[in-house]
């Protein structure tokens, strides 16, 4: 199985801040990464496919970027409705894994 | 705009059989895979595995002794089968569905439901 790590595990922020949040994989890749966010008692709601595309809706102050082991999903000037966990997962192969989750929290 | 669904029974008996069903709503399964994940109370996300209109699966190798996925495309609904359970299989399983022919993955999510594993 391809292992997927994210870091950090939880990060405080405040709104209008930007934050970076990071994954890599035990092995490549390529660009088969997408990121996910979930809002508390909600379920998973997918922003980020191919490494760096933004689904339709998902505001531009998301984005994404990397491919083969490293990636990062960034968010800039955070909003109130952004703190929620983010994971991140790969498309590679199967079966598909997903990193353990970095929860954004309000500082 | 599609819209995935799941439904079951919120309560199984340990050594008893996980049942659920997703139903696709606004598109047809067969333009469709859908994804099987489950979400133990406080932790990660967990794929659980695939399965095509045509009827093509993966599972995780971890669950795949105890895990059946089929297709009914009169009813445009797939279902998961999940056997001896145990108080570990509790969780949330979700339901997340993509359009054929994207890198998308995961791209319709059903609200999930609730599964407890109790006598």
């Known amino acids: 199985d391809i292992q997927v790590t994210q870091s950090p595990s939880s990060l405080s922020a405040s709104a209008g801040d930007r934050v970076t949040i990071t994954c890599r994989a035990s092995?490549?890749?390529?660009?088969?990464l997408n990121w996910y966010q979930q809002r508390a008692g909600k379920a998973p709601i997918l922003l980020i496919f191919g490494a760096s595309n933004l689904l339709n809706g998902v505001p531009s102050r998301f984005s994404g970027s990397g491919s083969g082991t490293d990636f990062t999903l960034t968010i800039t000037s955070l909003q109130p409705e952004d703190f929620a966990t983010y994971y991140c997962q790969q498309s590679y192969t199967t079966p598909r894994t997903f990193g353990q989750g970095t929860k954004l929290e309000i500082k | 705009q599609v819209q995935v669904q799941e439904s079951g029974p919120g309560l199984v008996k340990p050594s008893e059989t996980l049942s659920l069903t997703c139903t696709v709503f606004?598109?047809?399964?067969?333009?469709?895979?859908c994804s099987w994940i489950r979400q133990p109370p406080g932790k990660g996300l967990e794929w659980i595995g695939f399965?095509?209109?045509?009827?093509?699966?993966r599972y995780n190798p971890s669950l795949q002794t105890r895990v059946t996925m089929s297709e009914d495309t009169s009813k445009n609904q797939f279902s998961l089968k999940m056997r001896s359970v145990t108080a570990a299989d509790t969780a949330v399983y979700y339901c997340?569905?993509?359009?054929?022919?994207?890198?998308?993955?995961?791209?319709?999510w059903g609200q999930g439901t609730p599964v407890t594993v109790s006598s």
């Open positions: 399965i095509f209109g045509s009827g093509t699966t």
């Open positions: 997340a569905c993509t359009i054929l022919g994207t890198d998308m993955d995961l791209q319709y």
């Open positions: 606004g598109g047809s399964i067969n333009d469709h895979y």
């Open positions: 092995q490549s890749v390529r660009t088969r």
